[in-house]
């Protein structure tokens, strides 16, 4: 059963920095990978998906990248500012599945 | 392009009522789902439909959950009777299906469900 993972549950950093979130999986037989954001009291809206052929995708400020034989994705926020803060969630599918398995997020607060 | 949409937004019942979700994907996606995603976890699949068909409902507890797609476009959530544990946002999403390689979901806004 496939399990995702997120560190840290909650970071809080000051504007200008650059931050890394982590997501990792427990098998690595994935289809793709993709990272959503999530405003409270919002839908989720999709940032980037990594097909599981591709190392990295970027878009904008963000580079996602991936590592498949060790079940770890990373996303980089470069030049974070206070319209960044919300939840970030990593989700993959599977093989033959379209279903997408979720870790919990990871809660982002950047102050001005 | 209209993304999906979702009604209504927010819902309060009593434990013990009835409640209906309805969800309209976008425009020509073969593929639409039914999350639940309780206060503080990730989103976790109930129902899958492929067109008017159910792919996946593994995890629907089907004892007070059901839903239907009818002519593959428009789908409807209902629970009866709820139950406190149900107080969740519910989150419809689509994608293009088998016609499209990537499996890329789109996702509506929810419906936020209080249960008292």
């Known amino acids: 059963k496939q399990e995702v993972t997120q560190i840290p549950a909650a970071l809080s950093v000051p504007e200008g920095e650059n931050l890394v979130l982590n997501c990792s999986f427990t098998d690595s037989a994935i289809y793709n990978l993709q990272w959503f954001r999530q405003d409270p009291g919002k839908g989720l809206t999709s940032l980037l998906l990594?097909?599981?052929?591709?190392r990295e995708q970027t878009s904008g400020r963000l580079n996602a990248s991936l590592d498949k034989s060790s079940g770890r994705s990373t996303l980089y926020i470069a030049a974070s500012q206070p319209g960044d803060s919300a939840t970030y969630l990593c989700?993959?599918?599977?093989?033959?599945?379209?279903?997408?398995?979720f870790g919990k997020g990871t809660k982002l607060t950047v102050n001005p | 392009e209209a993304g999906v949409a979702q009604s209504p937004r927010y819902k309060i019942i009593e434990k013990r009522q009835s409640v209906a979700f309805w969800c309209n994907p976008i425009?020509?996606?073969?593929?639409l789902y039914w999350y639940q995603q309780i206060l503080g976890q990730g989103p976790k699949l109930l129902i899958q439909f492929q067109n008017n068909g159910v792919v996946d409902d593994s995890q629907l507890p089907k004892d007070r959950f059901s839903a239907e797609r009818l002519k593959g476009v428009d789908s409807t959530l209902k629970i009866q009777p709820a139950k406190l544990e149900d107080s969740a946002v519910y989150l419809c999403a689509s994608s293009l299906g088998p016609s499209g390689s990537l499996y890329e979901q789109y996702f509506g806004p929810g419906t936020r469900l209080t249960v008292t």
């Open positions: 989700a993959v599918t599977q093989g033959g599945s379209e279903k997408l398995v």
């Open positions: 425009s020509g996606h073969a593929t």
């Open positions: 990594i097909q599981s052929s591709q």
